[in-house]
């Protein structure tokens, strides 16, 4: 435990300690962080893998964060925690997966913890990944690791991913996976080490839901650290237990709204102003695909679907025009009429447009 590996960086720790309810955590202790919202039955499945056992193991303690969504349902998460020997933080309201994970990250990082591991409540991990993950973000700060993730099928369900910068389409990185501006690691199971976490400040603020891990790797090359699939671990994603309808590929109302809004806040935030305005301008495709994603079925089987992807949509709109008008660029987000016979055509108007609000 602890030790640098062969070749690897290892900067120098403060060995100090800190005190959770009462008993002492040593500085080389791994927080594992759980954001619970209406499923601590998966918790308690999926942390029982860890055999963590609060005070008694000396490597690990774990926090679980619970998102508020009934009282019935905080009490036995509660409950969970204390017949397990978790550590439990009631989020005030519901701050989403981020707002959570900070909170959760800020009570292991008091506790003492140098490594903070994220593992989604529908995702497994077992002691000897949790402790390698570990290894590697002590091994070299500069590092954001995050395992290979399986389907319980054995199927591969991330293996780091890409984003495309000239859509705003998320996707499979190449492989080998290779750090870089346009890659990023799944927020299902992420760890670092408490001095990357303190200069990422978190997940910040805005997310609520999806995209939040995106976020997170891009700020994280741009502040000069490395991204690190660790494909020695595995971790199973069972994505089904949260996310979709039972036998169904359909997604819930929030995946499309927040996938939708969330793409277009990206981009405000990370792209330059003509790659801004190409992502607007293909927004309605790149929506529709995300509607998609969960068949054409669901459709007429619910159409409520549309609506979320609609309103999602709506609003990541509202927020990039904003942006575009902070940065003083006019743009019309509508089909230029047919040019007259020997003038400029759409894509000519549109790069005179691009060259301008450089």
């Known amino acids: 435990m602890g030790c640098a590996l062969p070749g690897v960086r290892r900067p120098a720790r403060h060995r100090t300690a800190g005190v959770v309810r009462g008993r002492r955590v040593t500085p080389d202790r791994v927080g594992v962080v759980v954001v619970n919202f209406s499923s601590h039955q998966l918790v308690g499945e999926n942390l029982a893998a860890l055999e963590a056992s609060g005070g008694d193991d000396p490597d690990l303690l774990a926090v679980v964060v619970d998102n508020f969504s009934t009282a019935g349902e905080r009490e036995a998460a509660r409950r969970l925690c204390r017949d397990r020997g978790w550590e439990f933080v009631a989020a005030p309201g519901n701050p989403g997966f981020g707002g959570g994970a900070d909170l959760g990250a800020r009570r292991a990082l008091q506790a003492g913890c140098d490594v903070v591991v994220l593992l989604n409540p529908d995702a497994r991990l077992d002691r000897s990944g949790v402790l390698r993950l570990a290894a590697l973000c002590r ?191 006019r743009t019309v987000l509508r089909r230029p009429a047919a040019p007259p016979a020997g003038g400029a055509g759409s894509g000519t108007r549109m790069r005179r447009t691009e060259e301008a609000a450089r």
């Not at 054409?296 to 159409?303: D, G, K, V």
């Open 139 to 329: 091994g070299d700060h500069d590092l954001l690791v995050a395992p290979l993730v399986q389907r319980p099928d054995g199927s591969v369900w991330s293996a780091g991913s890409r984003i495309d910068l000239a859509t705003g389409r998320v996707g499979r990185a190449p492989q080998p996976f290779v750090s870089g501006p346009d890659r990023w690691l799944s927020g299902a199971c992420l760890a670092i080490h408490r001095s990357g976490w303190q200069q990422l400040d978190g997940f910040g603020s805005g997310w609520f839901l999806y995209w939040e891990d995106v976020d997170l790797s891009r700020r994280w090359v741009d502040l000069g650290g490395t991204l690190l699939l660790a494909d020695d671990v595995t971790a199973v994603h069972d994505a089904g237990g949260t996310q979709e309808h039972a036998g169904t590929r359909r997604k819930s109302g929030l995946y499309y709204h927040y996938n939708c809004r969330n793409r277009l806040l990206w981009g405000a935030r990370h792209l330059g102003t003509p790659a801004l305005l190409r992502w607007v301008l293909r927004t309605p495709a790149e929506s529709a695909a995300v509607l998609l994603r969960g068949g054409r079925r669901q459709i007429l089987a619910s159409p409520s679907v549309l609506w979320s992807t609609l309103t999602g949509t709506t609003r990541g709109l509202g927020i990039a025009v904003a942006e575009l008008a902070r940065r003083g660029v």
